[in-house]
């Protein structure tokens, strides 16, 4: 996994998965683990459309 953020729930997760690790709160931590694999499958759906959109769009030309 990069250390790029990717969005705001990729960056709320790291947040929260640091501040859990920090206090010792497991249920923090998983919750920041969570919040980081949304923000995976989102970055990858924003990816997969903008090929569909490129793809359609060269259909155009």
Known sequence: ???EIRNKD???GRVKEAAGSLTGDDELK????V???SGA???GLDKASDKVKDAVG????
């Open 30 to 33: 998983r919750e920041g683990k």
């Open 41 to 43: 499958v989102k970055d």
């Open 35 to 37: 919040d980081k694999a």
């Open 10 to 12: 990729d960056a709320k």
């Open 1 to 3: 996994m990069s250390d």
């Open 58 to 61: 060269k259909d155009d030309d």
